[in-house]
C-alpha cells in the first residue's frame, strides 16, 4: 500500500538548534513529496516539495528536505530553529488514483521550539 | 493565503440544518479540492475538481455535496450532519493535475461543529 509515515507526533528542539523533522514514505515508481506547515486556526502552507533532481530541496522560511531514495525518507531540516516555527509539519506523497494525482499526507508532527 | 479563501471561518449547525461552504482562488487554478481534517488523523480528500468536473470522490457520504460553478470556486452543501463529521474542513487549489503543476494551495479552513 502506498504510504506516508511521520514517526514522532512531536519534537522538541530549543532555539538556534538545528530541528529534522522525519518522514519516510512507500510508493510504487518515483515519488513526488511535499512539506506543509499549520500554524493553529490556519490552512496548510507549502513549504517545499521533491519531484526530481537535486537530493537537497530547499524551501521556504529557511527549511530544506533532503530525498534519501534507499532509506525511502524525505527528512525535513533547518540550521537553526526559531521560537516561530513551532507549528504541526505535514509529509505528503503524490500518487495516481486513476488519471488524477492525489496526495496522501502523514498525521503531522508537532513541532515545538522553546527560548 | 489569500490566493484561497473560504467562507465562513466558523460555523455551528444542529443535525437538521442546511447549510454551505465557500471556496474562492485567486490563483488562475483549474483544479480545486475539499479535504477534511479531524483531530488525531490525517487529512482525508474528499474531492476534487477539475476545470468544474468532478474527478474524484473518495466515498464521502451523500450528505456532502459538492459544487463548482467555475474553477474559481467551490462549495459544499451540507445537509442532516452527524456530530463526527464536526471537523476543519480546508478547500485548496491547483494549477492542474499533472504531477508538475499540482502543487496544492489551501485556504484557512471552515471549522465545523455539529450538535
Known amino acids: 500500500a502506498q504510504s506516508v509515515a511521520q514517526p514522532e507526533d512531536q519534537v522538541n528542539v530549543a532555539e538556534g538548534n538545528p530541528l529534522t523533522v522525519k518522514c519516510t514514505y512507500s510508493?510504487?515508481?518515483?515519488?513526488?513529496l511535499f512539506w506543509y506547515v499549520q500554524y493553529p486556526n490556519r490552512g496548510l502552507q507549502f513549504l517545499l516539495k521533491?519531484?526530481?533532481?537535486?537530493?537537497l530541496v530547499k524551501g521556504s522560511y529557511g527549511f530544506e528536505a533532503e530525498f534519501n531514495k534507499s532509506q525511502t525518507s524525505f527528512h525535513l531540516k533547518k540550521p537553526s530553529a526559531l521560537v516561530s516555527d513551532s507549528a504541526l509539519y505535514f509529509c505528503?506523497?503524490?500518487?495516481?488514483?486513476?488519471?488524477?494525482?492525489?496526495?496522501?499526507f502523514g498525521q503531522g508532527t508537532t513541532l515545538q521550539v522553546k527560548p | 493565503e489569500t490566493g484561497v479563501t473560504q467562507t465562513p471561518r466558523h460555523l455551528v449547525m444542529g443535525m437538521t440544518n442546511k447549510k454551505s461552504l465557500k471556496c474562492e482562488q485567486h490563483?488562475?487554478?483549474?483544479?480545486m479540492y475539499w479535504y477534511k481534517q479531524s483531530a488525531k488523523k490525517p487529512l482525508e480528500l474528499m474531492f476534487v475538481?477539475?476545470?468544474?468536473?468532478?474527478?474524484e470522490n473518495n466515498s464521502v457520504p451523500s450528505r456532502f455535496s459538492p459544487e463548482c460553478p467555475n474553477s474559481s470556486h467551490l462549495f459544499l452543501h451540507l445537509h442532516t450532519l452527524q456530530p463526527e463529521d464536526s471537523a476543519l474542513y480546508l478547500c485548496?487549489?491547483?494549477?492542474?493535475?499533472?504531477?508538475?503543476?499540482?502543487?496544492?494551495?489551501f485556504g484557512p479552513g471552515t471549522r465545523l461543529t455539529v450538535l
Open positions: 490563483l488562475g487554478h483549474n483544479a
Open positions: 475538481y477539475s476545470l468544474e468536473e468532478r474527478v
Open positions: 510508493v510504487s515508481g518515483n515519488p513526488y
Open positions: 521533491y519531484i526530481t533532481g537535486d537530493n
Open positions: 485548496a487549489s491547483s494549477q492542474d493535475l499533472d504531477g508538475t503543476t499540482d502543487t496544492q494551495y
Open positions: 505528503a506523497v503524490r500518487v495516481l488514483s486513476g488519471n488524477t494525482g492525489k496526495l496522501i
